[in-house]
């Protein structure tokens, strides 16, 4: 059971890491896009040469693949502890698997303290992550 509760809270925390790094990087791609894009106004108002323009366009082209090709592999990789991390799924397999019973067992009530455990465990991270990005955010 403990083994069960770790696993589900390093699931939990691997994902709240990776959205963090899904946010990241998904603004990255945006400012550097909004680069791109600028960088043709700058050329058709020849603020920039021609040159220029190809030279620096391949450069944030070639940025916006790593960063697409990184960006896929973080998503990749959150989806492996997704489903551990959405509480909501666990508790219908464990209503599910339990259904039929009648009389409450020790494993019943194992896989419920889990779950309860695991969603407590979720709301604590996701108010710490939440009151760490506002201060980071404020400052």
Do not use: C, P
């Amino acid at each position: 059971m403990i083994q069960k509760m770790n696993a589900a809270s390093k699931n939990q925390t691997q994902y709240l890491l990776l959205d963090k790094e899904v946010g990241k990087l998904r603004r990255e791609l945006s400012r550097i896009s909004k680069r791109k894009s600028d960088l043709y106004e700058d050329y058709s108002e020849r603020l920039i040469t021609e040159e220029e323009y190809i030279q620096f366009s391949r450069i944030y082209s070639n940025e916006i693949e790593n960063i697409k090709s990184r960006l896929d592999t973080v998503l990749a990789a959150q989806v492996r502890y997704s489903q551990d991390y959405h509480i909501e799924e666990g508790w219908g397999n464990v209503i599910h698997t339990y259904m039929s019973k009648r009389k409450l067992t020790k494993e019943m009530a194992d896989a419920l303290w889990i779950q309860l455990l695991s969603m407590v465990s979720m709301i604590m991270r996701s108010s710490w992550y939440m009151t760490i990005s506002l201060q980071i955010y404020r400052n």
